[in-house]
Every structure is written in structure tokens, then in C-alpha cells.
């Protein structure tokens, strides 16, 4: 996915620019057209051109759900909206979102609409948000729209923390595993050099591998350090590509232990999304297409954009989600039966229940798998090491013994 630059005009004249992730820049120039305006120019950023925001702190999604809130608990006390963001702008704690509140409170002085000034913000504020403020708007149930947004983004960071800290563990150990590895062959490995260089007997194969791995290291740690940066730099350019994000969103999907992992996750999100907004009175192509923003796998989301099209032909959402074959069966059943009895919101929240709670299952049942495969690859490795060491001197001993 590529960042887009984009310069549009409204139906009053009133130029805008911005920028936007999107696969292709006629995916922007239609997301563009979707919100009321005429797309002028839509370029792809280059590396010379990019934004670069220094300093600036990503918006998690725990800190969306205090904002929103904060939000409703101060709209339900009769506060008005630009008393409410100014007081929002004031105690509000993450520096980027803190502005974008500013900025929004000004636009909403000028007579701007609140979902419409958060529009003008939509790099710091999600299509999920700002859709549920512009039907939250119509309807006059402004509080009820942010207390839905507190509970999606509070499971959503529940959903993201758990999947993070399942994938961090291993990532850990295994940079503690290359730490000991890089000691021993540098520090302690070295120490025994000189006594064995004084043995007349040839030393066993293993102490000569560990040995030239040791001077290997030694002499070329730089060079070493340079293949692994460019390894890490290579892999997330690559990620950043359209076939890079297909080919990463397969090996997260099929992956031995992580992709169960990885589509109870999608589903967990995409069910939990969709609920909030068919709650708020929101249209089902338009849900289903800002539940496709949200999600990061691409094949996942892929299937959904696939969906919209299908569903904007008449066909129910259960189908292009049993088509894709990408979902678990009991997601496309159950969204079935909330098809037939009316009432898929209720249904889809069921069934995000469900896999929030199969999340957390799936994140302990991996960690507690992950620990003894970790420690015995950590152990073997130390092992392997300390018998190059100790191989040679209990050589030796028999040699003093039998001599």
C-alpha cells in the first residue's frame, strides 16, 4: 500500500489537500468521489516528498477510547461540542491528538460540522469515528455515537495488545538468544584459545567450528551488522508494496501456530466493527467498506472490498464472506441467521464475544507453547558452545590420566 498525495475541491470551490494509504490512486480518487468531492490531482509520494512528522506520536487506539469517552460523559452533562473539545484540547495527554482537537474546535467556530472537521483530520482520526459522528450528528444521539466509540477502540487496543505481546515474545528471546551466542564466541569462547592452541592433540570438529565462527565474528562484526540492517530495511520496504503486504498477510494466515491466531484476530475485528456501526444506523456497503480500512491483513481485507461489490448488487453479507474463504465458518453461519431473524448487529456481537475471548485463549495457549520450544533452543545453543570448550579439555584430562 502506497501513500497518495491528493488535491480536491468541494462543491463550494474550497480546495483541500491531503494525503491518503490506498493500493491504487483510483482507489483514492473513488474514496474522494464518496465524500463530495471533484479529485484534481492524486500523485504517488516519493521518499524526496514524504511528510516527515518529527516528534509526532501515533494515536493508539486506548487513547481514542478515553478521548471518546471523556467525550460522552461531558456531552452528557449539556456541555456544548466547542466547550467540549476545548476542554478535550486542554487534558488531553498524546501530543498529536491533542492538536487535531484544536484544529477541530476552530473548524466547528467556523461553522463546520464536528464529523466534517474531523474529516479535515483524518490522518489522526479513523473513518470509523468520523462516520459514527456524521450519524451520530443526523440523529441527535452525539453521546450515544462516543460511547460506542469507547467500547470498540477499548477492545480494539484489548485485540491489538494481545496479538503484539503473542508475536513479541518469541522476537524477544530471540534477540537474547543471538546476545548469548555473540557473548560467548566474543568473550568467552576467546579465553580458551590460548590453552588450546598449546595442546598437542588436533581438536574435535565441533571446537574448530565454533572456533572459526568465533574469528568470523570477531573480525567481521561490522560486515555482519551491515547484512542485518539491510535484512530489517530490505523486509520492511518490501512489507510496504502491494505484493509484499499479500505475501506477509499468506504467512501470517497459514503460519504454524500464529495464523489461527491471526484470522481469530481479523474476525474478532471485523465483527466488533461492523456491530458498532449497523448499531449507529450506518449503511451495510458503507460499513463493510470502513471495516475494510481498518483491517491490516491485506488478504483479509481484500475479501471484504470483494464483499462491498457483491453486496451492492443485492447479495447478503454471508455469502462473499463464505465465498472468500478466509473466515471461520461459524462467522459467515451465524451472520446468516442474524440475516433471517433481523437482527445481524446483535448477532455480529455475539460473534465478536466469541473471538475476543478466543484471542486471549490463543495468545496463552501460544506463549505457553512458545516457552519450552524457546528454552530449549536458547539451552541447545549455549550447549553447543560450552561442549566446543569443554570437549578439548576433557581431552586432555584423559591424555594426562592415561599418560
Avoid at 491489538?160 to 513479541?168: D, E, P, T, Y
Avoid at 565474528?217 to 505484493?243: D, H, P
Amino acid at each position: 500500500m502506497a501513500t497518495y498525495e491528493y488535491m480536491a475541491v468541494d462543491k463550494g470551490g474550497k480546495q483541500k489537500k491531503g494525503t491518503m494509504d490506498a493500493q491504487t490512486p483510483e482507489r483514492v480518487k473513488e474514496f474522494l468521489k464518496n465524500e463530495g468531492l471533484i479529485p484534481i490531482s492524486v500523485k504517488e509520494q516519493s521518499f524526496l516528498n514524504k511528510d516527515i512528522s518529527i516528534g509526532a506520536k501515533k494515536v493508539k487506539a486506548r487513547d481514542m477510547s478515553i478521548f471518546c469517552k471523556q467525550f460522552a460523559s461531558i456531552m452528557q452533562a449539556g456541555v456544548t461540542i466547542i466547550n467540549a473539545l476545548q476542554m478535550l484540547s486542554e487534558q488531553t495527554e498524546n501530543k498529536t491528538l491533542r492538536e487535531a482537537v484544536k484544529s477541530v474546535q476552530t473548524d466547528v467556530e467556523k461553522g463546520e460540522s464536528l464529523a466534517g472537521a474531523m474529516r479535515n483530520q483524518k490522518e489522526v482520526f479513523p473513518p470509523i469515528l468520523i462516520h459514527m459522528v456524521e450519524a451520530g450528528e443526523a440523529s441527535g444521539s452525539l453521546d450515544i455515537a462516543f460511547e460506542r466509540l469507547s467500547v470498540q477502540f477499548e477492545k480494539q487496543a484489548k485485540i491489538n495488545g494481545l496479538v503484539k505481546r503473542s508475536l513479541a515474545y518469541p522476537i524477544v528471546i530471540i534477540l537474547v538468544a543471538i546476545a548469548v551466542v555473540i557473548v560467548m564466541l566474543v568473550v568467552v569462547f576467546p579465553q580458551f584459545e590460548e590453552m588450546f592452541a598449546s595442546l598437542d592433540s588436533e581438536l574435535p570438529a565441533i571446537t574448530k567450528l565454533v572456533q572459526s565462527m568465533s574469528n568470523f565474528v570477531q573480525s567481521f562484526w561490522w560486515l555482519l551488522a551491515m547484512i542485518g540492517a539491510a535484512i530489517v530495511l530490505g523486509i520492511r520496504t518490501y512489507a510496504k508494496t502491494e505484493n509484499g503486504q499479500i505475501l506477509f498477510s499468506k504467512i501470517a494466515l497459514n503460519a504454524p501456530m500464529f495464523g489461527n491466531l491471526t484470522i481469530k484476530s481479523s474476525s474478532a475485528t471485523l465483527t466488533r466493527t461492523l456491530s458498532t456501526l449497523l448499531a449507529a444506523g450506518i449503511s451495510l456497503v458503507d460499513a463493510v467498506e470502513i471495516v475494510s480500512k481498518v483491517i491490516s491483513n491485506a488478504i483479509v481485507r481484500s475479501a471484504l472490498e470483494n464483499s462491498v461489490e457483491e453486496i451492492q448488487r443485492g447479495v447478503p453479507l454471508s455469502v462473499p464472506l463464505e465465498q472468500s474463504e478466509v473466515f471461520p465458518p461459524m462467522v459467515y453461519h451465524m451472520t446468516r441467521i442474524g440475516e433471517e431473524t433481523g437482527n445481524v448487529e446483535e448477532m455480529l456481537s455475539k460473534i465478536a464475544d466469541y473471538y475476543e475471548e478466543e484471542v486471549e485463549n490463543a495468545t496463552a495457549a501460544l506463549t505457553s507453547m512458545l516457552e519450552p520450544l524457546i528454552i530449549i533452543l536458547l539451552g541447545g545453543l549455549v550447549m553447543f558452545i560450552l561442549l566446543s570448550i569443554y570437549l578439548p579439555i576433557l581431552s586432555m584430562y584423559s591424555a594426562v590420566e592415561n599418560g
